[in-house]
């Protein structure tokens, strides 16, 4: 799938917001399930769980982030966000959109990955 910065890039400092976007590729049946989460990876530590959101727009969010980050599905079908507030040099990472899409045999029941967008928070 396709990943982007809103204008602004992905460099800001402490206290600072960044929304990232991704938009899931190819053509999606309108009766299979998209699954959608975000993935982060920082230097020298291994890759973590940040959130998910649902076809049905539930969330999920690990604690470290929970009350900054918002995932929300968009507009646009297949796209979602995740708007990322009050970051911190912690938050410093390369960040991934996963894509999951089943709910029937005619749904591809693939998993894919962005190839990732650096965001970087300076103190």
């Known amino acids: 799938q396709v990943q982007w910065v809103e204008p602004g890039g992905g460099s800001v400092r402490a206290g600072g917001s960044v929304r990232l976007s991704c938009a899931a590729s190819g053509t999606i049946s309108d009766s299979c399930v998209l699954d959608m989460s975000w993935y982060r990876q920082a230097p020298g530590q291994e890759r973590e769980f940040v959130s998910a959101?649902?076809?049905?727009?539930?969330?999920t969010y690990a604690d470290s982030v929970k009350g900054r980050f918002t995932a929300s599905r968009g507009n646009v079908k297949n796209t979602a966000y995740l708007q990322m507030n009050s970051l911190t040099p912690e938050d410093t990472a390369i960040y991934y959109c996963q894509t999951f899409v089943h709910g029937g045999w005619w749904c591809s029941g693939k998993t894919t990955w962005g190839h990732g967008i650096q965001v970087t928070v300076s103190s």
């Open positions: 959101i649902n076809s049905d727009g539930s969330t």
